[in-house]
């Protein structure tokens, strides 16, 4: 993964020929990107990042002008950058921060992506999980059968598509990129994970009345976004969450760097060839939603019909937030009720 907190915009050496020239205007180039054998001054960078967005948004028909599109933000580089992306294009973009509960990592997340929305005059969604949900991050460690990073992620989803419901935005819209869609392919590939390979889309469709998913970043790396970052002046958490440790996707974005180091340009083309070539077909029949969906008896959001059709449906974020909440419960007296 790219350093985030040592990279800056200055002008690079290719070759010991001196400074790179940006391959648009010659100017003095302030970054490379190897897998396109190119080089960038600091506006033909964001013009490279903005028509990669744009290449996304068209090829798989995201969104359009006309859509209201709810990005979840999170203060990382990545979301912050999509929703500057997607305002500066003109879309009906607002925010969305739910704050997890993680000390001072939260709140310092949470006043920037505060920030920014302020100095944009943009709309921002905020739900705080403890206050909303009983239960944060921290008090979920330990949970039998779930990490904390499933917990986190199931919650995510689960509030994404409750406030895009309740709200009705047409679009939802997430930071991944290139990197994280690549690491997470690995994954699925090494240990044959096929149900969600078939789920594996940067353009999922709306769904049992709930908007469409979409990733408009999968296109661009981590160190162009860090970069794009920088070079729009865009404050942002560099440090990684505290509580990512034992992530195995680390671990395969870490084999994907050595790849790509000696061999530029593997990240997409072992992404890209998977979404034209693999997943379009192989997996084009597949309902990408998973199985028939139905209202889950605790919360109302939709989820998948139980296979014995004497139970009453229950979705998961429902099942596991009851355990997260019994298990403090136990401690502080607490009684679990669905949202």
């Known amino acids: 993964m790219a350093d985030d907190a040592e990279l800056e915009v200055r002008p690079v050496i290719s070759g010991g020929a001196g400074p790179a020239r940006c391959h648009q205007c010659h100017g003095t180039a302030v970054i490379e990107v190897r897998r396109h054998n190119a080089a960038y001054c600091a506006e033909h960078?964001?013009?490279?990042?903005?028509?990669?967005?744009?290449?996304?948004i068209?090829?798989?028909r995201m969104m359009s002008y006309d859509d209201r599109i709810l990005v979840a933000v999170s203060g990382g580089k990545d979301s912050l950058a999509l929703w500057d992306l997607l305002l500066d294009m003109g879309y009906r973009a607002d925010g969305l921060y739910?704050?997890?509960?993680?000390?001072?990592?939260?709140?310092?997340?949470?006043?920037l992506v505060a920030d920014y929305a302020a100095a944009r005059d943009a709309t921002l969604h905020t739900v705080d999980l403890a206050g909303e949900y009983g239960y944060d991050i921290p008090t979920a460690t330990g949970l039998r059968n779930r990490s904390s990073c499933g917990v986190c992620g199931l919650s995510k989803r689960y509030v994404f598509n409750r406030v895009a419901l309740e709200h009705g935005y047409d679009v939802m819209a997430t930071g991944h990129n290139l990197d994280d869609e690549a690491a997470q392919l690995l994954g699925n590939v090494l240990?044959?994970?096929?149900?969600?390979?078939?789920?594996?889309?940067?353009?999922l469709p709306d769904s049992g009345g709930l908007a469409r998913k979409v990733k408009p970043l999968y296109r661009l790396g981590e160190r162009e976004m860090a970069a794009y970052c920088v070079i729009r002046g865009?404050?942002?958490?560099?440090?990684e969450c505290p509580m990512v440790g034992g992530n195995t996707v680390l671990r395969y974005k870490d084999a994907l760097n050595e790849l790509e180091r000696t061999s530029p340009g593997t990240k997409a083309q072992f992404l890209f060839g998977f979404l034209d070539r693999v997943q379009s077909t192989h997996f084009a029949n597949a309902d990408p939603a998973?199985?028939?969906?139905v209202a889950c008896s605790g919360c109302g959001l939709p989820t998948t019909r139980p296979r014995q059709t004497d139970i009453a449906p229950v979705c998961a974020f429902c099942r596991t937030r009851e355990r997260v909440v019994a298990s403090a419960g136990r401690r502080d007296g607490v009684t679990a009720t669905r949202p």
């Open 45 to 56: 960078f964001v013009d490279h990042v903005r028509t990669q967005v744009r290449e996304a």
């Open 58 to 60: 068209d090829r798989h």
């Open 98 to 111: 739910l704050g997890l509960g993680i000390g001072e990592y939260s709140d310092y997340s949470g006043r």
């Open 191 to 203: 240990r044959w994970q096929t149900p969600f390979m078939a789920r594996q889309s940067v353009a």
């Open 234 to 239: 865009l404050e942002y958490v560099v440090e």
């Open 290 to 293: 998973g199985e028939q969906l």
